[in-house]
């Protein structure tokens, strides 16, 4: 095989080449040309209600975005919403997975309606628990903690980034649960089996055998959630505008704020190359494991 | 699928630990997927039964699924989605195929590299580049218009779609192409007469895994769209203005916006796993 493809190499490359180049150009045009332009305006004086006022502007607009109390709230907000719905979907979508995993009557039909919410579009799902689960009047919620005694609970007002991240944990739970569900398949079942034979309990088992076989699956759900997590949108869109005040404002929102409601292009920019700096040191290692696992 | 193992009753020699697990599975899915079916109930309900204390006994109606329609367009709004969708779908397709062609069957040096740039590219926050994206679509005309979103979605999900389509080329024998190509088959009709065909498969489901992510694409479209090109993500947004009575009619437009995907997002698991892990998880 090697030896009829030696000789069309130099012509295989070319034509590899120019098969690939409208993917490649397109990709690259997709993030040069705003990454360049993200970049640039950053150091320009650049507001559209100023028309007047322009030009360079040095490191103005970071300096006026790192001495903004809203920049560091939202950051904390990012990464409380980040660090808590990546601890809830990892931790309950490895139980779920397990629980899923053993053979009950009905089983195909209750993993399909347990990973259905990712499926759901981000604005359906933040409008339906916004509304319909977390009123406090006539919420699911509210009926159903009057009628254990306890008083309703005004989430939004009183509990505003606990809401989000119930909302974003119901969507990224089930994408957890599917990823970890799949990795189990491959688990060598004549293992546990073996391990069972050998006396090892329940527990044993899942912290010897199961955990550790999920330990890939498990770092490529955090790596994937936290890239989508850091930059969520639509949901704070919908049910917040993030508020109260600041409470529910992340990295994503206060760039869309400064850009399409105080129309500065220059600090949502800056804020832009901050939050591509973020995604990047998480993007590094993704990257990297994939190319491992590429090579197997 | 439950019953297809035998040994099930011998290993749970406790009827009393099964039926506990059945239970708690269940309670479990029933929870998770409770708001969903919440959600489909309440289409089928009057307003007043909608905000009234939560009952599954009620007279079902269709009146929100006919206001719904009635009063806002909901037709112009799924219509944008399809077009969106499928429009970028198709064009995804076409500019990935020749790419994962080359990538599987003329691999060079540069082929792990190119794949790993192209996973990188979607690691870039929107948010990041939303200005100047925005900018530009405002010059040259593509603000709130379907030709603009299906731009961006296309570029979106080029890199899931390249990666999908390359790693089903891959999995395919070699000598059918080889033995094509003996036969003095051009490469446009190795790739539609004989690779197409065998792989169509898997460029059904890398296809349908693009359109449900551009279907629940909801940071775009919000930002890029207004009354125009706005797709249904947009639409159910516009319910968030606190305005009388309407978790009937929000309920039904929500089960119109989702049923489809949803249906989609079933029968695909499998190949969604593939591409949203990059091939990581198999």
Partial sequence: MTRTRASGRQVGGLRALSLQAPAVTLLLLWMLIPLGMTLWFSLQRYNLLMPGMTGFAGFENYEYLLTDPALWVAMGNTLLLVGW???????????????????????????????????????????????????????????????????????????????????????????????????????????????????????????????????????????????????????????????????????????????????????????????????????????????????? | MSMSRQPMASRHALPVKQLLLTLLAWSVAFVIFFPILWMVLTGFKTETAAIADPSFIFSPTLESYQAVQARSGYARFAINSVAVAFGSTLLALLIAIPSAYAMAFLPTKRTKGTLLWMLSTKMLPPVGVLVPIYLIFRDVGLLDTRTGLILVYTLMNLPIVVWMLYTFFKDMPKDILEAGRMDGASTFQEVWYLLLPLTLPGIASTGLLSVILSWNEAFWSLNLTSSKAAPLTAYIASFSSPEGLFWAKLSAASTMAIAPILILGWMTQKQMVRGLTFGAVK
């Fill in chain 1, 85 to 296: 719905v990546l601890a809830i979907t990892v931790v309950g979508g490895t139980l779920l997975a397990v629980l899923f995993q053993q053979e009950f009557p009905g089983r195909g039909i209750a993993r399909v309606l347990a990973i259905s919410p990712f499926f759901v579009m981000p604005t359906v799902s933040a409008l339906v628990w916004k509304n319909m689960m977390m009123h406090p009047g006539s919420g699911v919620l509210a009926w159903l903690f009057q009628s254990l005694g306890l008083p309703a609970i005004d989430w939004f007002s009183n509990f505003p980034l606990t809401s989000i991240v119930i909302i974003v944990s119901w969507q990224w739970l089930p994408f957890a649960l599917l990823i970890l569900l799949t990795a189990l398949q491959s688990l060598d079942e004549d293992q546990v089996e073996a391990a069972r034979m050998d006396g090892a309990g329940p527990l044993a088992i899942f912290f010897f055998i199961t955990l550790p076989h999920l330990k890939r699956a498990i770092s490529v759900v955090i790596m994937i959630e936290m890239i989508f997590l850091l930059t969520i949108f639509a949901e704070i869109f919908v049910t917040t505008s993030g508020g109260p005040g600041l409470a529910t404002t992340n990295l994503a929102y206060l760039i869309y704020i400064r850009a399409l409601l105080d129309f500065d292009v220059g600090v949502a920019s800056a804020g832009g190359v901050v939050a591509i700096i973020l995604a990047n040191i998480v993007a590094i290692f993704l990257v990297r494991m994939v190319a491992r696992n590429l090579e197997e």
